[in-house]
Structures are given as C-alpha cells and as structure tokens.
C-alpha cells in the first residue's frame, strides 16, 4: 500500500469544513443522488485516503467526491495506476417519470400497480377483447423497468398482476376465442413474473410461475409462450448447477415449432446452448450453437417481442464471451466481453453490471488481476441501481476469486473498499 500522505485532500477537508465523519456522509449523499443508493462510506475511509493507504479509490467514492470538491481526481492527490480511470457519471433519472425512485425504488412497485391500470381489470362480467388487449399491454410496461431496476423491484407486482388476471379468468364469462387469447396472455404475465423471481433469486417462486406459465401455454397453443418457458428453466437449471438438465430443456426448446419459425427465438436459444455446451466441455457443440446463433440472427427483421427486446448484437456477444469463458478461453472471452460491454446500450443497465463482472471474471482468469479489480470496483459502483440477486451473486464470486490476490494492491484495496458488504 502506498503511505505517502494525502496532502492535498486533507487541505481540501479544512478549506470545506469537514471532519472526516462529515465528509463519509457527504460522499453517501453524493453518492445516493448520482446511483440511487449510499456508498457505505466511514470514516475509515476517508482517513486512509488522507494516510495515503488508497491512492485511487473506487468510482463509487471517487465520483462523489469530485462531485463534492469540484475537483479532478489528481487534483484532489490521487495518483493513478496505469489501469485507473474515471468512469462517466451514471444518467440521472428523470426528475418528473422517476423522481420517488431515487431514494427508494421500492415505490416503483407501489406505483406500477396504478400505472399498469390493474384495478382496471374485470372481476365480473363478460370478457372482450378490449380487456386481453389490456392486460397483453402489462408485460411490454413491466419489461421497460426490467433492464433498468431489476427483477427484485418487479416480482411482486408482476405476480399481483398475475393473480388479478387469473381471478378475471376464473369469474368472468367469455367465448372460445377469447379464452385462448385470456391463456395466451396470463401465461406470458406468469413467464415474466417467474423471470422476474429467477432474478430476484427466488428459485422456488421462478419455477411454480414457470410451470403456471407452461400449462397456459398448453390451454392456449401458444408456441412461442412455451419455447419461451423451456428457455427460462434452462438458463434456471443452469444456476442451480444442473448443467446437463439444462442442455435437454433448452434442446426441447429449440425443437418446438415455433422456436424453428422465430430468427429471434432461435438465435437467443442457440446462445444459451452454447453456454450449456462450454460448461460441459464440449467446445465443437459450443461452437456449433454460436455460429447457429449467429445465422440465425442475421435473420431477423422488424422488432422481437417485448420480453426479448434485450436480444441486441451486445448480449449475443456477451453470451459467446461466457460461452469461451467456460471452455477456458479466457483472452477470447475478455475480448468479447469488452465489445459487449462497448455495444450495450444504456437502457440496459443491469447487463451492464452483469457483463462488467463478467469481464472481471475472464481478466481474472487471464492474469489480468489490477484490470480485473478496477473492472469489479466500477460493477460494484453500477450495482446498486439495479435489484437483482443474481448481480449480487456473481460479484461475490468476483470478490471471492479476487481473494486469492489479496497480494496485488489493486485486489487489496477492492477487497478492502467492499470488506463491509461482501460485494
């Protein structure tokens, strides 16, 4: 660790006024309006950056302190490393769409359930097609906060939303059309409440929804409603670790018609078996489902459903990072990664998070430990704008790999700046 006194900072504490408690507690200010979440900033902090123990602290604290001083980073006597840099500033929520959810997202959900007209749903009466046009409209809303906010902010309107519509199917009267249509609809609700659940790591929740979700499928013929299902209990059996079981789910996805019809579906579906096959070892099945991917992608036309509107040439380029990352190509994997990440739009801000560490993970793998550690510190900074347990996951194992270079002062501080959270 570097012990050459901040100077400079600590002339800037006396020429603001601050004790170095104050100034925690600014950073954490600072921090909650640009992120929409504290830094977890003491005290501690603040006086071994002044001792000179951290001379370049992570974007999380780095940001709002130039915020605070109106200062650079040097100017405020960091000293940089050769892989250090200063991320841009996180966008600011819209003051008037998100101005109750910088401090508190919870109220997302409280407001949602207004903003989706639930209360608008029938109990009684006779169904039209006004009233599936309705409740269709709820899962294109829900996905449009998906990408930003999480499925940990989402799962329980989403399946309050569910359950109001399985009560209109239930005690409501309508024909035959309009019954596969209702299946049709409730069982796209019941997909993405149960992805919402998977993301927010709420496995037992995910599958009982999943299988809600299969059977309206079923009722209703809907082909892609299924595919759609067969893929998500893949990618499900895939976290718990079920990699074989996986590989045969997403097999019977990619077998079903529609899947067969749909560019969209498919080159998602061959990605993902991609990923299963690397996982197992086999690299020419893996390759094999890339380059499928990959033609089938070129394919495409027009817009996908809402729920695969995150298929962007950025994740299918993430998903083949992952894929050489478990066949232990680990430059390979750092490189698509990077591109990924370079390509990602900003509405996706929790891939944003989820493919940072990723690449942290592939640099770690590759040796590449300070540029891994500056990577893991920018997806912590990111991480609190976004709910998801699988986010939270991933970064622990990130911080647990990073562990093992406790020697390395880029890993050192890292592990020191995230001791008090886990990740």
């Not at 029938?122 to 046009?133: A, C, I, M, W």
């Not at 718990?240 to 498919?266: F, H, Q, Y």
Request: with cysteine; glycine share 8%.
């Amino acid at each position: 660790m570097g012990s050459k006194r901040n100077t400079r900072l600590e002339a800037l504490l006396t020429e603001f006024g601050y004790t170095h408690q104050q100034l925690a507690d600014a950073v954490n200010s600072a921090a909650d309006d640009l992120f929409g979440t504290p830094a977890n900033c003491t005290d501690r902090h603040v006086r071994r950056w002044i001792a000179g123990d951290v001379q370049w602290p992570w974007p999380r604290y780095l940001l709002p302190l130039q915020r605070i001083f109106g200062r650079s980073p040097e100017a405020m006597g960091f000293i940089p490393r050769s892989s250090s840099h200063v991320p841009p500033a996180p966008r600011r929520p819209d003051p008037v769409k998100d101005r109750h959810t910088v401090r508190r997202r919870e109220f997302i959900a409280v407001g949602l359930v207004a903003a989706l007209g639930l209360d608008a749903i029938p109990s009684v009466g006779r169904l039209g097609t006004s009233d599936v046009e309705r409740i269709r409209a709820i899962v294109p809303a829900l996905y449009k906060y998906d990408h930003s906010l999480g499925g940990g902010a989402l799962h329980e309107v989403a399946t309050e939303a569910l359950r109001r519509v399985q009560n209109a199917v239930n005690h409501c009267t309508y024909g035959e059309r309009i019954e596969r249509l209702l299946y049709s609809a409730m069982g796209d609700l019941a997909a993405s409440a149960g992805w919402f659940a998977y993301d927010a790591g709420r496995q037992e929740a995910a599958t009982g929804l999943y299988n809600e979700a299969l059977q309206a499928g079923m009722l209703s013929g809907d082909g892609m409603l299924q595919a759609r299902v067969w893929s998500n209990l893949a990618m499900q059996a895939r976290l718990l670790n079920r990699d074989r079981e996986a590989l045969r789910i997403g097999r019977a996805a990619v077998e079903t018609r529609r899947a067969k019809s749909d560019p969209w579906l498919m080159a998602l579906l061959h990605s993902r078996q991609a990923v299963g096959h690397a996982r197992t070892g086999d690299r020419t099945r893996a390759q094999r489902s890339l380059s499928r991917a990959e033609t089938a992608y070129d394919r495409t036309q027009g817009q996908p459903v809402a729920w695969l509107s995150f298929l962007t040439p950025a994740e299918l380029t993430g998903l083949a990072g992952a894929a050489h990352q478990a066949l232990g190509q680990h430059r390979r994997a750092a490189q698509l990664t990077a591109s990924a990440l370079e390509m990602l739009e900003p509405r996706f801000e929790r891939n944003r998070v989820y493919y940072t560490a990723q690449h942290a993970q592939a640099l770690i793998s590759n040796g590449d430990v300070e540029r891994a550690a500056a990577q893991a510190g920018e997806a912590v900074a990111l991480a609190g704008r976004v709910q998801s347990e699988r986010i939270r996951d991933k970064l622990g194992d990130v911080r647990q790999h990073l562990q093992r270079y406790a020697y390395v002062p880029a890993a050192a501080d890292f592990l020191e700046q995230t001791r008090e959270t886990g990740a």
